[in-house]
């Protein structure tokens, strides 16, 4: 089994989960113009994988993360959320933490 050691400090935004409903049950997510609030930064590791996914380590702290988070590192790159798994070993939390895949969001236009 391969180590990822940590290779960034990833801040976490995290939406409000579960996301509203319309009136035909449909999932709405919250206002993408607003930034939630950070939940924290932790050191996490964020790598790119050949098809262009990112594949995203982060500290189980953040858990719950969900679909349609964000994270940002300390150069001001940020990644929107597309999976995430808690991985966890009974009686070990040393060595947990959440596994998410990702997309690098394109740089704000200023």
């Known amino acids: 089994m391969a180590v990822v050691l940590p290779n960034a400090m990833l801040t976490v935004y995290v939406l409000a989960?579960?996301?509203?409903?319309?009136a035909n049950g449909v999932p709405v997510p919250p206002n993408p113009h607003q930034?939630?609030?950070?939940?924290g930064t932790w050191p996490g590791?964020?790598?790119e994988q050949p098809d262009g996914s990112w594949t995203v380590r982060l500290d189980p702290q953040t858990w719950p993360v969900k679909e349609g988070d964000t994270i940002?590192?300390?150069?001001?790159?940020s990644w929107t959320l597309t999976s995430t798994r808690n991985h966890s070993v009974p009686d070990c939390p040393d060595v947990d933490y959440v596994?998410?895949?990702a997309t690098l969001n394109p740089p704000e236009a200023r």
């Open 17 to 22: 989960h579960p996301w509203a409903r319309d």
């Open 45 to 47: 590791s964020v790598l």
């Open 99 to 101: 596994q998410a895949t």
């Open 35 to 39: 930034t939630p609030p950070p939940r």
């Open 72 to 77: 940002t590192d300390e150069t001001g790159r």
